[in-house]
């Protein structure tokens, strides 16, 4: 992509297609491959982490730090969804379909 290119969400669509295909891959060369070969309780653990993460540099750090946790939360969002087997579509569709509807809980004061 040319640095002039504006990014888009087909960029999860494309790191989803690269998670996918280090499925397979040497282990010993690729840490999705060694997500993958931990298995889905480590997958969801890092993703927890990396969600604990995000929130501390929302709530203490800098905008550069929310930036590079959120990169990673949603890298391990998309190898959960690889080893779960949820394709983006099936997301961005159901984010489509709760446009413009109420939350299920209102949020508490």
């Given at each position: 992509?040319?640095?002039?290119?504006?990014?888009?969400?087909?960029?999860?669509?494309?790191?989803?297609a690269t998670v996918e295909a280090r499925r397979g891959a040497d282990?010993?060369?690729?840490?999705?491959?060694?997500?993958?070969?931990?298995?889905?309780?480590?997958?969801?653990?890092?993703?927890?982490?990396?969600?604990?993460?995000?929130?501390?540099?929302?709530?203490?750090?800098?905008?550069?730090?929310?930036?590079?946790?959120?990169?990673?939360?949603?890298?391990?969002?998309?190898?959960?969804?690889?080893?779960?087997?949820?394709?983006?579509?099936?997301?961005?569709?159901?984010?489509?379909?709760?446009?413009?509807?109420?939350p299920k809980k209102p949020l508490a004061p």
């Amino acid at each position: 992509m040319a640095a002039s290119e504006p990014v888009t969400v087909d960029i999860l669509t494309r790191l989803y297609a690269t998670v996918e295909a280090r499925r397979g891959a040497d282990p010993n060369l690729s840490g999705t491959a060694r997500l993958f070969l931990a298995g889905l309780p480590k997958i969801a653990q890092k993703l927890g982490e990396e969600a604990t993460e995000t929130v501390v540099a929302a709530l203490a750090q800098g905008h550069g730090e929310v930036v590079a946790e959120s990169a990673d939360l949603l890298y391990h969002l998309l190898v959960l969804w690889a080893a779960r087997e949820v394709r983006p579509a099936e997301v961005f569709a159901e984010l489509e379909r709760r446009i413009g509807r109420p939350p299920k809980k209102p949020l508490a004061p």
